[in-house]
């Protein structure tokens, strides 16, 4: 069962940092691209940041120059760290993987880690 487990999230006030974890576990395979995305209360999920094989990265204009992303070595574990938060960027981060199990090759979602900015 291949999993994705976030965390790191909680409840800050705007100009604060938090730094959020991604955990990959029982996968045969998985791409090295990794992925933040974040859905707020009545929006649509929206991409946050990405890292592909080759260390390149991506963010969203909102969240540029604020957000930075990483991989650990193993490339099992995807950090995003968020400074100088604001209250736009409050929602539930998920992270996405696509990850091979027993041959089938799926994009994987994990269950999200509440993010709360106060002003």
């Known amino acids: 069962q291949v999993q994705l487990v976030e965390s790191g999230g909680g409840s800050v006030q705007a100009g604060g940092s938090l730094t959020l974890s991604c955990a990959t576990s029982?996968?045969?395979?998985?791409?090295?691209?990794m992925s933040w995305y974040r859905q707020a209360p009545g929006k649509e999920r929206e991409f946050v940041s990405g890292?592909?094989?080759?260390?390149?990265?991506r963010f969203a204009d909102s969240v540029k120059g604020r957000f930075t992303i990483s991989q650990d070595n193993a490339k099992d574990t995807l950090i995003l760290q968020m400074n100088s938060l604001i209250p736009e960027d409050t929602a539930m981060y998920y992270c996405?993987?696509?990850?091979?199990?027993?041959?089938?090759?799926?994009?994987?979602w994990g269950r999200g880690t509440q993010v709360t900015v106060s002003s």
């Open positions: 029982g996968y045969t395979h998985c791409e090295h691209d």
């Open positions: 890292i592909d094989s080759d260390g390149n990265t």
């Open positions: 996405k993987r696509y990850c091979s199990l027993g041959g089938l090759w799926s994009i994987y």
